[in-house]
């Protein structure tokens, strides 16, 4: 009944590094260490029809992630439990609406952004918070760099510490 486009190769280029859950250990210049779990991107989709919200099908492609116990930094919005958070998300919709965000940290990406991101080379992108085309309230990150092959390299923090993959 409804017509869903697609995800694009442009657009799965950006979950390529998540075919399978990988935990990954980054080291700050303070030798702190956050662990984060990278899971497997996941498929699903919602099919809206109501009078208020539409008629339409939309697909959804996303990353989960989140920061294991004992990490630096931590997603704890109860102040108890960990929360999981998406990295990747790629939205199609049949009624034409959808696109691609990344969100680390807080810090959030969308397609301008990655169009107009500084390229290190052809799998490299560095997202810096003060060149982003949103408005942007993290104060975790400054900046972060992805690699379409293997996800997340390195990033800085709000207290400007580096933090590269062990």
Avoid: C
Wanted: net charge negative; hydrophobic share 30%; aromatic share 16%.
């Amino acid at each position: 009944m409804y017509s869903v486009k697609e995800f694009t190769e442009e657009e799965l280029k950006w979950t390529k590094p998540f075919d399978k859950s990988e935990t990954i250990v980054f080291v700050s210049d303070k030798n702190e260490f956050d662990t984060i779990v990278f899971k497997k991107s996941t498929l699903s989709d919602e099919t809206v029809n109501d009078l208020e919200r539409g008629f339409y099908k939309s697909n959804y492609l996303v990353v989960p992630y989140e920061f294991s116990k004992g990490s630096f930094h931590q997603f704890d919005f109860d102040g108890n439990t960990p929360s999981e958070q998406y990295l990747i998300t790629i939205e199609k919709s049949s009624a034409g609406f959808g696109g691609l965000g990344i969100n680390f940290f807080g810090l959030l990406v969308d397609q301008d952004d990655i169009k107009n991101a500084s390229k290190m080379d052809t799998k490299t992108y560095r997202f810096n918070k003060e060149n982003l085309s949103r408005f942007n309230t993290a104060n975790d990150i400054s900046y972060f760099t992805f690699n379409t092959d293997i996800g997340i390299v390195n990033y800085t923090d709000g207290r400007n510490v580096k933090w590269a993959r062990k």
